[in-house]
């Protein structure tokens, strides 16, 4: 059959199946459209399948074009291979590329892990730009050397090791889809990256804390006032800097003086109420005001569909932008403003080993600062004990908030 006789036939509404060339036909469905069938005979049974709707490409298949589509078919067929069964196929028989791999790896850390986030950016950031465009078979053991090596020259042990993990993870989970045979990461250690990381116990002073804060004041063009009452709420309440946030404005009674902390927000699993300091309020008072109606303290400061509250690098890279770290390639470091004011090199995670450092110095009894921080307690103590201590951790709180807040002397105006 040619065009002229295939158009007829759709003029005509003739329904049925046409033979047009070898195992391929013309089939007229009682809405006068036609498709393209395949028959075709595999497994001594007989199959046909449809491979596209008649008419001009894209939409369409033309009777060349459906030829060709035809022969395709009898090739698999010839191979073995059945075509129908070979569409059901999983889309992970597509993947291909280090990206391809690593981004199936990545749906995965998203329902298995707290903080997905974390893996992802290290991928995104230092992995993918090295090898996500070569197929997974062509990577060697150098490439990975390369990365890692890179990441610890920048000054990034840590980031090295993790890297390293992940590398390891992506590429064993190419082995399992059958895709290499040996993992190129599998011979390193810690001691290729970024080398054996030792625990950190980096705390402030009291003394520090005012100074630090007094910086923070100064360059608010830099350190923006958002952060800076990020940072205090963390020191002063010693919750992790993910709670902090994350944090929803339905979560805080203010009339009772409460946030609770869902089960499913804490890293214990366990659900915790934290009381709010009275020195606080006005701090909240103001991120009402600034979060613009938003259910969130921290509201994203650009559309993302990732999140509706601020990156988890805000804090981190508006503290190293301070010290005079660089964390935008496409821009040059800054005067380490903190270095100049006395203060040692911090990370924001040691806010909350403050709180914990600052609790003791107050004679704050160890089972209370360490329920402050939400730490479950350890052996039978941790087994027997099951008593909030709300009212102590409540006290400890009031204490530790009153004595920072009243050393902020910029802050005065809002005591």
Aim: net charge positive; hydrophobic share 35%.
């Amino acid at each position: 059959m040619n065009d002229a006789q295939l158009k007829s036939k759709l003029r005509e509404g003739t329904v049925g199946k046409f033979n047009v060339d070898r195992g391929l036909y013309f089939r007229v469905t009682p809405e006068g459209t036609g498709f393209w069938i395949v028959r075709y005979t595999i497994n001594n049974k007989r199959r046909e399948i449809t491979i596209g709707r008649y008419g001009k490409p894209p939409e369409g298949l033309s009777l060349a074009n459906a030829k060709l589509e035809a022969a395709i078919v009898r090739a698999q067929v010839n191979e073995g291979l059945d075509p129908i069964a070979e569409k059901k196929r999983s889309s992970l028989v597509n993947l291909n590329t280090v990206n391809d791999i690593a981004l199936d790896w990545l749906e995965g850390c998203n329902k298995r892990l707290e903080n997905p986030q974390i893996p992802e950016r290290v991928y995104r950031k230092d992995i993918s730009p090295k090898i996500g465009d070569l197929p997974v078979g062509r990577v060697n053991p150098r490439d990975i050397l390369g990365i890692i090596r890179d990441i610890d020259n920048s000054g990034r042990p840590s980031i090295a090791n993790d890297a390293l993990v992940y590398c390891k993870q992506i590429f064993n989970h190419a082995i399992k889809l059958g895709l290499i045979d040996f993992n190129v990461a599998l011979a390193f250690t810690n001691k290729d990256a970024g080398g054996t990381e030792k625990s950190r116990v980096r705390a402030l002073s009291f003394n520090e804390v005012r100074s630090v804060f007094n910086v923070f004041s100064e360059n608010s063009q830099q350190f923006t006032r958002e952060n800076y009452i990020a940072c205090l709420l963390l020191i002063c309440l010693g919750v992790r800097k993910g709670e902090l946030i994350a944090a929803q404005w339905k979560e805080f009674d203010f009339d009772n003086l409460i946030w609770t902390l869902d089960k499913n927000r804490t890293k214990t699993g366990v659900e915790i109420k934290i009381p709010i300091p009275v020195k606080l309020l006005p701090y909240f008072e103001e991120l009402k005001v600034r979060s613009c109606e938003s259910d969130y303290l921290f509201p994203a400061r650009r559309a993302s569909k990732k999140r509706a509250y601020i990156s988890h690098d805000t804090l981190n890279h508006a503290l190293a932008k301070l010290f005079g770290m660089k964390v935008d390639s496409n821009k040059s470091p800054l005067t380490n403003k903190l270095q100049q004011a006395g203060v040692e090199h911090f990370v924001i995670h040691d806010l909350r080993r403050t709180c914990r450092s600052l609790l003791a110095e107050l004679s704050v009894p160890s089972h209370i600062a360490e329920r402050c921080l939400n730490h479950k307690l350890r052996g039978v103590e941790g087994i027997y004990d099951r008593y909030d201590y709300f009212d102590e951790r409540k006290e400890a709180l009031d204490i530790l908030a009153k004595k920072i807040i009243e050393s902020l002397n910029h802050d005065r105006n809002i005591i």
